[in-house]
């Protein structure tokens, strides 16, 4: 873990200390995360967007990128919003047909 990755790591409070997306764990990554987000107000960044809700969104981007691995930033680069990372992430790792019911 670099630097900068265990001084952000002790700034998240010990209650939003969840283990980060790494590809196998997305249901409940996801679970976990719209807890989180619901509780700092910042949940329904990930739906719909307002021009002055700039620096609310910049807050749910970073809790949403501080809680992915390194392996899967890259689902997130090149996004504006908070709403197009959690988009992102959803069609990458739901399953949609029949494995959706599966995985649910």
């Known amino acids: 873990m670099s630097a900068q990755a265990a001084t952000t790591s002790r700034d998240i409070p010990s209650l939003y200390r ?20 619901e509780d700092q107000g910042l949940y329904e960044h990930l739906t719909s967007t307002r021009p002055d ?34 988009k992102n992430l959803a069609d990458i790792h739901e399953a949609s047909g029949p494995m959706g019911i599966v995985n649910t």
């Not at 283990?19 to 719209?34: R, V």
């Not at 609310?56 to 919003?81: E, F, M, N, P, Y």
């Open 18 to 37: 969840i283990d980060p997306l790494d590809g196998t764990n997305y249901m409940a990554w996801k679970f976990k995360m719209e807890l989180i987000l």
């Open 53 to 86: 809700w700039d620096k609310l969104d910049r807050s749910a981007r970073t809790a949403i990128c501080l809680r992915v691995s390194d392996s899967q930033l890259v689902h997130t680069i090149g996004t504006k919003t908070a709403g197009e990372i959690w």
